[in-house]
Structure formats: C-alpha cells, structure tokens
C-alpha cells in the first residue's frame, strides 16, 4: 500500500513537473521587465511608510522590483505594549501591499528618542532612556523577526548616537538601495527631522567608504509646518492630488519642482471598503480607532522633491 502511494505520488509529480515545464516556456512572457531599481522608505515610526510612499511600494512589487522598508522606531511612546502592537500593525499593512517581512528592518529605537540621540553630538556613546523605560533595541516582527542590530550583530543595541548612525550606515551599506524615500527635514515631528538628518549623515559617510554608490533620495512631508492639523485636508480623497503645504513658499524647495507619481490603480479606486491604501491603513488599528489622521494621505498621487 505504502509502494503504491509512492508510485501515485511519483506520478503526481511527474504530471506536476510536465505542466511547470510547459508553463516554464512562457515565463519569459509573464515576468515582467525589471530595471534593477530598489525602493527603501525610511519610516520614523510604524505607519509613516504608507503616508511617503505606499504606492511606490506596492507599483515595486507588482512590477519585480525590490521593496524595502526601514522602520527606526518603535512607536512607543505612550507604552511598551502599543508600540508592539504598531511594529505588528505596519508589517501586516506592508504584507497587504506585498512587501516580505524579510523586506522590513525595525531598528527598534525609542519612539520620541531620534531627536535627543541626534543632538547628543557630544556625548554619542552615552545610553538614553526611550518612554517606554528602554535602554536598547528590541523588536519582534521583520527581518529575522527581531531588531536590525540585533539580526546583524546577534545582540542588542544600546539606545546610543554613534549606535543608530552605524545602524542605518550598516543597513544602507548592505542594502545599497537605488532609490530612498524619506520626509524632508523641515517636517516638525522631532522624530522625523531627526531620522532624515541621520539619513544624511549617514549618507555622508558612506560617500567616503563605498564612493560608487550615489542612490536617489525622494523627500516629502508628513507634518508639515503649522498645517498639521489641516494639511492634507479631507481623509480618503483618491479622487484629488496633493496640494501645497503652506511652508513651501519660505523653504528651499518649489511646488513647481515636485515629482507627482500617480498611485497605482488599487490605490485610486473611490471606494474606501476596496481602496488597497486605505485598506492598508485600516490594519493600523491602534491608531486609526483614535484619529483618522493617516486617512488624510489617501491622495491621488505622492510627491516628491527628489536629489
Ligand atoms: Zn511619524
């Protein structure tokens, strides 16, 4: 009996082997044409990736390119269990866009902390404490389903300057992604302006070790200047584009220069019980019960001043 379940496998098999084989033949014709191009959102917190840059994330993947998404914080800042519960919500809501876990490095720092650990420019090696009372990183979701330090260098992190900047030079290093995606230093959350001025420094560092690699960084906002509470406007809008934050016109950047990326068909759609970006949104559940801020990036498009 048992020989002859091995034998109906063997044919099982074998029948399966002969329609890959044939399926194989049009492989050419169903994989899509890849430019070798590598998308990387560097998100503060757990949930910023969907407000920079969703449906440069979700076009990546439909179309065979890298998807990659940098999440520097915990989210923790009104306790230790919501920021797990946030790090869970954001890789459940990048799985909908079909970005892989293994895709997703949490750096596990305190949400509230990128701003102090980035001014500690004379005191780099000395530990902060984040809210959530930790002193180094931890994760439980993403690349090896625990934090960047921890998943490259097999122990935690002290909550440390010179520890984060070499966390994000060791992440862009290896990764080496062509194109970054990140908020402009402008944007008021001290969070955010901190990440995106350690991504520079990073940058800068790197130029000096690996001088052939030149990525393209797209910046765009999420709180804009004195707008945070109106900018962008209505919750779930697929129907209209991004209109111009009001400190546009005292910053370095133009309206007139923005790249305006349409999102891609799923994201457009009017209905928000089958938008993908609001579906997206709606697996962030922690927050979304509260406030529906996160609905207000439902756009037709994203912007970016790109260098
Ligand atoms: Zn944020």
Redesign the pocket.
Known sequence: MVYLKSILCSIVLVSTLTANATDLNNVEFLIPETTGRSHMVI???P??EL?IAAGILYRATQVGEKAQVAILTN?DAFGYKRGKIATKESVDALKLLNVQEDNIFIFGYGDQLLDPLYLNKNNPDQVLTSQAKLKATEAFYGYKKTDYHRAIHGVPAAYTRNNFLNDMIALLTREQPTDIYAVVPEDT?P??RAGTLFLFEALEKIKITLPTYRPTLHLTI??APGEDLVWPGEINRPDLMFTEPAFVKNSPYKWADIESIPVPYPMAIKDPKRNLKVLAIDLHKSKTKHDKFLYRFVRANEFFWKF
Do not use: T
């Open positions: 998100a503060p917190h949930d910023d407000l989210g959350h969070d955010h999420v709180h």
